[in-house]
Each structure stands twice: as structure tokens, then as C-alpha cells.
């Protein structure tokens, strides 16, 4: 019979690894020390592991920024469609998108640039775009809207 989740931390006297314990650590990390702080090394380190244990639950670094930026864009206020009404749901993802980037400095310039987008991201730009469409924007206009507004909040 397999070992509960409890049992398992108290016969080793930590909490098991999972994928979203590892991406956690890593943001913690990144937001203490910074991004060029962070090598599977030092997470491994922080969580009381070797670092071959992290590759079970992350590909490589890759797939491990991947999941730290997702954890990112999952923290962020969605804007909820309501017809013609776009501007209150855009400016409330504007402002929750500013107080997330505040609290993650190095997720700046890595949210629209992982190839290997991860569900809170699509959700998050299906949400943005759908807000904007609702409200009468074309395709091109949102996209252009979308762009400004995230150059504008993102400190370019």
C-alpha cells in the first residue's frame, strides 16, 4: 500500500517534491536573489535536495522558467468581458499586472517571451483579448491595445 502524503513527510521529515512546490521555490528565489541567482543548484539547495531530484518534476531550466513565469501570469487579475464596459476590466489587469511585476522584478521582459506558454498564460491573454473584443475592438486594434498597454505597464 502506498505511503500517504503525510506519512511520507514525517517518516522523511520534509515535504515531498512536486512541480508546484519546485516552480514556487524557484520564484521565491528569484525574487530574493534575482534571476541570474537562480540555477537548479540553488534551488535544489534551498529546498534541502540534490539537484538531480528536480529534474523528476522539471524538464531543465526551460521548462522551469516556463512554469515560474505561468505562476506569474496566475497571480494577475483577469479582466472579465462585459460588452461595450472594457475600460474597468483593463485598467484593473493593468494595475493587478503592475503590483504582480512589483512583487516579481525579474519576470519583466520573460512574460511574452517563453515559447511553451502555460495554461494561467493562455488564460490570462484569452481574457485580455475577449475583454478588448467584447467591447468592440477589431482584431488589430486589440492587438495593438494589448501591446501598448503592456509596454506602457511593463515600464518600456
Do not use: Q
Request: hydrophobic residues 45%; glycine residues 8%.
Amino acid at each position: 500500500m502506498p505511503a500517504s502524503s503525510s506519512a511520507a513527510t514525517s517518516r522523511t521529515g520534509r515535504e515531498p517534491l512536486t512541480r508546484a512546490r519546485v516552480v514556487a521555490a524557484a520564484v521565491e528565489l528569484a525574487d530574493v536573489e534575482g534571476i541570474d541567482a537562480l540555477s537548479m543548484r540553488a534551488l535544489a539547495r534551498s529546498l534541502g535536495v540534490e539537484a538531480m531530484s528536480l529534474y523528476h518534476h522539471v524538464a531543465n531550466k526551460n521548462d522551469l522558467l516556463d512554469g515560474m513565469v505561468d505562476a506569474v501570469f496566475a497571480e494577475v487579475e483577469l479582466p472579465v468581458a462585459n460588452g461595450k464596459r472594457w475600460r474597468e476590466p483593463i485598467r484593473g489587469r493593468c494595475t493587478s499586472m503592475r503590483e504582480v511585476l512589483l512583487r516579481h522584478p525579474w519576470a519583466v521582459g520573460r512574460l511574452d517571451s517563453r515559447r511553451t506558454p502555460g495554461m494561467a498564460s493562455l488564460e490570462h491573454h484569452d481574457a485580455f483579448i475577449g475583454c478588448l473584443r467584447s467591447g468592440g475592438f477589431s482584431v488589430k486594434a486589440s492587438a495593438l491595445a494589448f501591446a501598448t498597454l503592456d509596454a506602457h505597464v511593463y515600464g518600456f
